[in-house]
């Protein structure tokens, strides 16, 4: 079967830097999408990797091993707007997006 | 200007009823979805539409049926609701199937709550 594993829950202190890690297994690959929820408010877009490594967006780091399955999101200089839940995706061959059940993040003072 | 929006935003009815919730978008994207996500957070796919052809139909009840009038417009309406249908639902969009590189854009949501 399909499936995604990511943990449910982390904590960190503002201005620390967080690694959340997703391990994925697919029918056939065409990426991994990683999403911000805030509580209340729709996912939005953070990153997408397809080829293995790292691709770096300001604060944000996405991380994809294709062979392991495997992908983390790095958050550095951790801000209190950071508290939300992180969705990890995996495109299967169809396109269809398979959804983690997301990681709660929550950064104290 | 708002990319992806869903009405309505908040949505109260009694059981048995038939509800219709609107999606539209102005991105010129090719591809639609509707998603259900429950009280755990959990994010489901229930259809996807490409070009106003379905595309993924999961395995939900066949009282919910979208519709997509164009490309811009899919619609869901939900036939005899019941108290499991309480949830919120997102409407997304994305460039085409693949996502491109900004993958998906999600409506505001919204909120059913059945009583």
């Known amino acids: 079967g399909q499936n995604i594993d990511q943990p449910t829950e982390m904590t960190a202190t503002e201005g620390a830097i967080v690694q959340i890690n997703c391990t994925y297994q697919?029918?056939?690959?065409?990426?991994l999408f990683w999403y911000q929820q805030h509580a209340g408010e729709a996912p939005t877009f953070l990153s997408y990797?397809?080829l293995d490594g790292l691709e770096e967006k300001g604060r944000f780091s996405s991380f994809l091993s294709r062979s392991k399955g495997y992908s983390y999101l790095l958050l550095k200089e951790l801000q209190m707007k950071d508290s939300a839940s992180y969705l990890c995706?995996?495109?299967?061959?169809?396109?269809?997006?398979?959804w983690g059940a997301g990681t709660k993040l929550i950064i104290k003072p | 200007d708002t990319a992806v929006s869903q009405t309505p935003k908040y949505l109260v009815t009694q059981m048995g009823n038939d509800k219709s919730i609107k999606c539209e978008q102005n991105?010129?994207?090719?591809?639609m979805y509707w998603y259900k996500q429950d009280s755990k957070k959990f994010l489901k796919i229930m259809f996807s539409?490409?070009?106003?052809?379905?595309?993924i139909n999961e395995t939900v009840p066949n009282r919910f049926s979208p519709k997509s009038p164009d490309k811009a417009h899919l619609n869901l309406h939900i036939n005899s609701l019941e108290l499991g249908d309480s949830a919120v639902y997102f409407c997304?969009?994305?460039?085409?199937?693949?996502?491109?590189?900004?993958?998906?854009?999600f409506g505001p949501g919204t909120r059913l709550t059945v009583l």
């Open positions: 997304a969009s994305s460039q085409d199937l693949a996502g491109g590189l900004l993958g998906q854009f």
């Open positions: 991105l010129g994207h090719d591809t």
């Open positions: 539409y490409n070009n106003k052809e379905l595309i």
């Open positions: 697919t029918s056939g690959f065409n990426g």
């Open positions: 990797n397809v």
């Open positions: 995706a995996a495109m299967d061959s169809n396109y269809q997006l398979i």
